[in-house]
């Protein structure tokens, strides 16, 4: 099938036979199996061949022996987010949505993105590493006095707020790192901003809305993303026309510098008193639940959730010449 296509142009048949992969072995389990299915149900509703596939009770192989013609990624986290499953479909040839290997591995890993985005002067807060071994309580107050006396801790392939913490005490930092190391060999380190949370999602390479995330807990965890009432989520976030331009271009800018493709999300922290932007990182298979943010932002923009899930499943066309005619799909081959 050729790429010359637009949204308006397709008809449910276009797309084939669609796998929704979701589910998976991730920490983020949960959420996968709760956006998949509001992902294939969107699918159904618009008349898309749609099937889903949990590669944990179904097995991957069932995407190359059941006749796919292309797959919508909803694994978050591990094995979905990172590369892996992205080079499963180029092997088999089976285009997908999103982001390929190399960018989808970069994101996954929150230092390698901090490096990129620093070398190519992009702001980001201040962080330091804790690889191997306890932490002493010696080393413990020496990192927190370089990084202002508080920090948040987090393990640098999780998503979702996984074996995140606060701490802003030698003991409590000795106890974060700790907990963190359940999930992670590698735990960063990053100074702690003080400021409100912004988030902005990126469709076909472009900005929608900003969204301001408001919420009672110490920050943004895993409960105030997915099980709280009493997170606010502002869109449009209250920024001037100004703010919100320079914001968008930022966001567009550090998404194309990880080579990502197709959708993803931005997420960033405003320092109170200089209002500098800070990135904090990219999800490039961010969450389709009923709370998640993408989909807020896309309802600003005038999409419905029908139209954002088929959107999103046009970018597995992007890749498909490149795919077929020159072996392994590459990086930026639309």
């Known amino acids: ?8 142009t397709l008809s449910p048949k276009d797309y084939g036979k669609v796998a929704v992969v979701y589910g998976g072995f ?32 179904d097995g991957l192989n069932a995407l190359s022996e059941q006749g796919f013609d292309r797959v919508w990624n ?3 986290g591990r094995g979905g987010e990172d590369g892996v499953i992205q080079g499963f479909l180029e092997l088999h040839q089976i285009p997908y949505t999103g982001c390929g290997v190399m960018a989808s591995a970069i994101a996954m890993d929150k230092l390698r993105t901090k490096l990129l ?11 330091r590493m804790v690889t191997t071994g306890d932490l002493s309580l010696q080393e413990a107050e020496a990192l927190l006095a370089e990084l202002n006396g508080c920090v948040m801790v987090k393990p640098i392939h999780e998503g979702s707020s996984v074996g995140m913490a606060r701490a802003d005490s030698a ?28 988030t902005v999602s990126i469709l076909n390479g472009k900005a929608l809305p900003s969204i301001r995330v408001k919420t009672p807990h110490t920050f943004y965890d895993f409960t105030a993303k997915y099980k709280s009432n009493s997170t606010e989520y502002h869109c449009p976030s209250g920024l001037s026309e100004v703010d919100e331009k320079n914001l968008a271009e930022l966001s567009e800018k550090a998404f194309k510098s990880l080579g990502c493709y197709g959708w993803g999300r931005v997420d960033f ?31 600003v923009q005038g999409m419905s959730f029908e139209q954002l899930v088929l959107s999103v499943l046009d970018t597995s066309f992007g890749r498909q010449d490149g795919l077929f005619k020159g072996g392994l799909m590459t990086e930026g081959a639309n």
């Open 1 to 8: 099938m050729s790429n010359d296509f637009s949204p308006a």
């Open 26 to 57: 991730s920490a983020e389990r949960e959420i996968s199996l709760i956006s998949g299915e509001t992902v294939y149900q969107a699918l159904i509703g618009a008349g898309v061949d749609a099937h889903k596939v949990d590669p944990k009770t």
């Open 74 to 76: 909803a694994l978050h």
């Open 117 to 127: 985005w620093s070398a190519q002067d992009l702001p980001v807060a201040k962080h």
């Open 171 to 198: 003991e409590l930092l000795q106890k974060a790192v700790a907990d963190a190391k359940q999930f992670d060999t590698d735990i960063m380190l990053e100074q702690w901003i003080q400021g409100d949370e912004y």
């Open 269 to 299: 922290m405003r320092e109170q008193h200089t209002g500098q932007w800070l990135l904090l990182e990219v999800n490039t298979v961010p969450g389709m639940t009923q709370t998640s943010l993408v989909p807020k932002a896309a309802k």
